[in-house]
């Protein structure tokens, strides 16, 4: 997602007209053509979003300060698109009023709240992870399996995107905090982002639960591309619930 950098001539006006008008930051058609789409996508981003390149002097007495009220409501304006759109694979299956992104990482904090201390674990790290994972599809919209893009070109993607999105907020400590736990998921680097990336596929496997209950419906795929795949004690416990209760359920229809 390498975009052409924006002129020193650029208007912050435009950037405003830009967060304020969800409608200048359409999400990109990824069935049509991933990468292109993409790639004009973010360059359209950041023609409207000022290049935030402190000078090396300056980066310290910055590190600590925090973003300007100006930055923090553009940041949370560009975060409004979590709110409304849609996940992907969700509406592939033509579930009728899907869930959104935000609703997906809001349960997701949830699950890292209330779940039991574990020895080595940082809850409240589990659920500042949890709240940032999936930010940067913000811009480039929620890109699943079906769309055919590479795992490295995907985390190309959302790393360019999410660095737009840092600098929107002006750079800074919490800037850096959010670049630093999106990549801790990304890469499961910590015991931490162990047990978000099994609250991801929980979250996913308990709402596909929940739309096969509601619309009278079968998603095997969702489980059966789980299956297998939890890495924690509690992300094994609460899948094998999740997993019981649809047997139950499939069982009751079939008498």
Known sequence: MEAANRSSSSSPHTLHRCLTNPQRLHRPNLLKSPFNTHDRKLRSVRCQIPKFEPKRSAVNSRATEPASSSSSIDFLT????????????????????????????????????????????????????????????????????????????KSRLEQAALNEMCNVLGGGMRAEEIKELWREYEDNASLEANLVKDFDKVEMILQALEYETEHDRVLDEFFLSTAGKFQTDIGKSWAAEIISRRNSRLAKKLN
Do not use: Q
């Open 78 to 153: 560009l975060c409004h698109s979590l709110k409304t759109t849609k996940r992907k694979g969700w509406v592939n299956h033509e579930i009728k009023g899907p869930e959104s992104i935000a609703d997906h990482m809001y349960r997701m904090a949830l699950m890292a709240l209330i779940a039991g201390d574990l020895p080595g674990i940082n809850r409240e790290r589990c659920i500042k992870i949890a709240i940032v994972h999936d930010i940067a599809e913000a811009i480039v919209g929620d890109i699943t399996p079906s769309d055919g893009v590479p795992k490295v070109e």
